[in-house]
């Protein structure tokens, strides 16, 4: 997911996880990878008065982290009463049936087949639960299925893998597709500047303090990488694989599949647009 070490947004320092925001908790997932950072960020929310927890990503099917998550919550004298994807990757989807079986919770997705009940999530609607106000922000791009939760009573967002606590994201091509993404990087912009949104509380990474600075130094990144594939495209590098040796040199090869993907991505953007 990630092809950089760090970014701006004033990065929150210390051990990931535990409360994040009055109304959050982080339950970081033991399963540290190049492509999940630390691991993924499963995020429990709820009124501090009330008894109900939301449960957003409960990560992979790992009995342990599933059972940690359950007793975070009960151990702040919360249930959880609802289950939500912010898109179906396994490592944020894989342990959600299992999980909802243990909570006796709904699981509520973009994509139907990661749903379980009859509620899906999509644009203009807004999760309730336990008096929460969590608004749901479509932001395809990473993922065709990939969403947001703004949480204005925090002046916050969950941004699963949109925008990460650390580094950058891939756009997972063909599923993911570049013109949406930087659609949903300037959606995720505006719910700074118009909506007062301060805090990322991402999918994997630290929490970031500044959500405009995050936001407008990937839109800068994705700027510049496009310019380097379109370049190294007029320069004869012409299959993927060739432009993603050329422009991602310097990142760590391990990564170099995952770069591939974002590149396909960039490729056919620069195709759609007749840049090519």
């Known amino acids: 997911m990630t092809h950089a070490a760090a970014l701006p947004g004033q990065p929150r320092g210390g051990v990931i996880g535990g409360p994040a925001t009055d109304r959050t908790v982080c339950v970081l997932a033991p399963n540290p990878s190049a492509m999940t950072l630390d691991g993924t960020n499963t995020w ?4 501090p008065d009330s008894d109900l927890a939301v449960a957003v990503d409960p990560g992979p099917l790992d009995e342990g982290h599933l059972a940690n998550v359950i007793a975070t919550a009960e151990r ?15 490592d944020h989807a894989d342990g959600a049936a299992r999980f ?20 899906g999530l999509g644009e203009g609607d807004v999760i309730t639960t336990g008096g929460l106000e969590l608004r749901v922000v479509p932001t395809p791009g990473h993922t065709a299925d990939s969403l947001c939760f703004h949480l204005p009573a ?20 063909p599923d993911g597709r570049l013109g949406d ?13 118009d909506d007062g949104v301060d805090t990322v509380l991402p999918g ?28 190294a495209v007029e320069d004869g590098h012409r299959t993927p694989s060739e432009v ?33």
């Not at 702040?76 to 396994?90: F, Q, S």
């Not at 969950?158 to 650390?166: A, H, M, N, P, Q």
């Not at 500044?210 to 990488?225: I, M, S, T, W």
């Open 154 to 173: 925090d002046s916050a967002v969950l941004t699963g893998d949109t925008v990460l606590g650390r580094g950058t994201t891939v756009v997972a091509h």
């Open 44 to 47: 429990l929310i709820s009124e």
């Open 204 to 231: 994997h990474g630290p929490v970031l303090n500044d959500a405009r600075g995050v936001v407008e130094f990937y839109l800068a990144h994705r700027a510049k990488r496009l310019a380097q594939v379109e370049t």
């Open 76 to 90: 702040a004298g919360k249930r959880v009463a609802l289950t939500l994807l912010t898109h179906g990757h396994p």
């Open 244 to 276: 993603v040796a050329h422009v991602y040199a310097d990142v760590d090869r391990t990564l170099w599949p995952a770069a591939e993907l974002s590149v396909r991505a960039q490729l056919e953007y620069l195709d759609e647009h007749g840049l090519l």
């Open 181 to 193: 993404y930087l659609d949903s990087l300037r959606r995720l912009r505006s719910l700074a500047v």
């Open 100 to 119: 909802a079986e243990l909570t006796g919770t709904r699981v509520r997705a973009l994509d139907p087949a990661l749903r379980l009940g009859d509620e």
